[in-house]
Structures are given as C-alpha cells and as structure tokens.
C-alpha cells in the first residue's frame, strides 16, 4: 500500500493537470467528503428580513389587481404573437 506521502503528492499532481474550468468540482467533491466525515461544517445563514426594503421604490403601492391587469395584457400579447408566428 502506497505511503500516505505518497498519495498526497500524487494527488498534488493530478491537480496541477485538471483544466482550470473543472477545478470548481473538485473542490466541491473534496468538501463533500470532508463534510461526510465531520471534518467540514457549515454555517447556516440567518434569513434576512425584507420588511421595508422596497420603501420609496413605488412597489409597495402594487395591488393585486393591477398584477392581475398586467397577466392578462402579457396572456393577450402573447397570444397575439403566436397566432402571427407561422403567417
């Protein structure tokens, strides 16, 4: 059984021949395995409340109706340009 030196640097190597565009995964994989084994934890995030966050934007005074007015124009529309597609 090869050395745990051993490994590591051939590991070392095959690192330096992966494209730099697949890196990404790797690390990835190599974070799985260390969160599989307890080596790895992670923090959740506390959610961010948005209560306020649109104030002055005008999206605050957006009703229900005026979301319904807007599918309907965007259903007609869209229709409309099906319907002229294959003439």
């Known amino acids: 059984m090869e050395s745990i030196n051993t490994l590591l640097d051939q590991m070392k190597l095959n690192l330096d021949k992966v494209p730099k565009h ?3 995964v790797v690390n990835d994989f190599i974070n799985t395995v260390l969160y599989q084994t307890g080596k790895l934890t992670y923090t959740k995030k506390e959610n961010r409340k948005l209560v ?4 002055d934007t005008g999206l605050d005074e957006i009703t229900q109706e005026d979301i319904k007015e807007l599918r309907r124009e965007m259903t007609n529309s869209l ?3 099906i319907d ?4």
Do not use: V, Y
Request: glycine letters at 8%.
């Open 79 to 81: 229709e409309k340009r």
């Open 22 to 24: 697949k890196l990404t």
């Open 84 to 87: 002229t597609w294959n003439t």
């Open 52 to 55: 306020g966050a649109f104030k």
